[in-house]
Structures are given as structure tokens and as C-alpha cells.
């Protein structure tokens, strides 16, 4: 059976440049859109974060300021509901083998830049999947990962890679963006990353570059999990 590790941060807030800490974790549509799609195909699911602490929903993604139409976000509230037998007990990140999954899946919402993006434990794991056959899945915010893999001397495996991740266009959207320590598309270009986005903010868009598949937004949820669907099933 194939085997898929959902990865999720176990932040429930995202410091902003003047200390205050905006309430955040996963994003609904980010979590809920391929777990599903995995699970429909078949795929035996495991949900990990950092130290196993249980994963916190953004409120905003389950309400209007998430883009959410009220009977998509009641289907997305029941089917959490439905899941918090698992996503309170979830595996611990920092114990996970990168060689024991056929799929390692990062979803965003602002959690990851909180403390996955400065995890060494998570760059550890990132590094060794890259170095493997085996796919590799950022979406939204999730490709703040990526900068956990960045050493001391400013380099990363990840340099040059093709990726795509949420637009500065579209992180300002946010009312509170404003106050953001910093821009993940600024972060990653700096870091090296051969970044694209999509010409129309908020729709799909979704890159692969070998091993390594990205998407730019919450609207890219279905069609990354559909092509990694598809890359695993060859």
C-alpha cells in the first residue's frame, strides 16, 4: 500500500514584526482537499508534527476571509470533526525516516513559518528526501520548509530547484500582512529557489521539478494532490 506522511506544524500563532502573535495553524482546504483525495485512492495516511503536539486549524480558513463559501466551510468543519481522533494523537516529526514513505506532503496555512522553517530537524528530513526518488509536496506557505535546509553558510541542496509558493501579491492580501517579519517569496528567491507563480493570483498553479512538487496556493490543493496521484500511480 502506498504510504504518505502528511507533515503539519504544531504552531497556533505566527509572530509579527511588532510581537504580536496572529492566531494561525494548517489551512483547512490544504489539509482536508488532498487527504482526502489520498485516501480516496487508497494511500494508508500518517499525520505527523513537531514533538506530536496535535495541529491547530486556522480559524480564517474555515470562515469568509479564507474564500470559503459557509456549505464548504460546515463539509470542512464536519470532516475535522470526523478526523480528531487522529489529528489529536498525530506521529512525532522529529522521529519520522524520510526512506519509510512513498510520499511526504507539507501543507501550508502560516504555521510552517513559524517553526518549520526553523526546524533543523525538518531540513535534516527535507534534505534526505531530496536526495531520494521518492515525491516531495510543499503547498501554500508550506515551501517555508525549504529555509531549514539552508546552512551557515547561506547555501541549500534546494538552490536551483524550480518552486512555486504563495505570492507576495497574494500574502498581501492579508490584513495583517502588513506586519509580516517577512514575505516567503522574498525568502525563497533569496535563497536561491528558481521561483514562478501563476499569472492570475489565487488560482491553480503547480510545479514539479523531479522529485519535488509545489503548489502556489490554497487553490492548487486539488490539482497537486490529483498530480501526485497520478506521478505515484506510473
Known sequence: MTSVLMALSAASHWTLSDGTKHPTGFWAEEFLVP????RDAGYDITIA????????????SLGP??????????????????????LDVPADLHNIKASE???????????PMEDLAV????????????RSDKPLALLCHAPAVLLATVNKQG?????????????NREELLNSF????????????VQM???????????????????????????????KLAETLVENLGR
Not at 508534527?49 to 480564517?60: E, F, R, S
Not at 514513505?101 to 504555521?111: A, E, R
Not at 488560482?203 to 503548489?215: K, Y
Request: aromatic content about 10%; overall charge neutral; some cysteine.
Open 35 to 38: 487527504y482526502g483525495i489520498f
Open 49 to 60: 508534527t513537531p514533538g506530536a503536539v496535535p495541529p491547530t486549524v486556522d480559524d480564517i
Open 177 to 188: 500582512a502588513k506586519k509580516a517579519p517577512w514575505l516567503l517569496e522574498e525568502r525563497l
Open 101 to 111: 514513505y512513498d510520499l511526504i506532503f507539507f501543507p501550508g496555512g502560516h504555521g
Open 192 to 222: 536561491g529557489v528558481d521561483y514562478s507563480k501563476g499569472k492570475i493570483p489565487l488560482t491553480p498553479h503547480v510545479v514539479q521539478d523531479c522529485n519535488l512538487f509545489t503548489g502556489q496556493n490554497p487553490q492548487s490543493s486539488k
Open 155 to 167: 547555501q541549500s541542496p534546494f538552490a536551483g530547484r524550480k518552486v512555486t509558493a504563495l505570492s
Open 119 to 130: 526546524d533543523p530537524a525538518v531540513g535534516e528530513l527535507l534534505n534526505a528526501r531530496l
Open 65 to 86: 476571509g479564507g474564500l470559503v463559501p459557509p456549505w464548504t466551510a460546515k463539509k470542512y468543519r464536519e470532516e475535522l470533526a470526523h478526523l480528531a481522533p487522529v
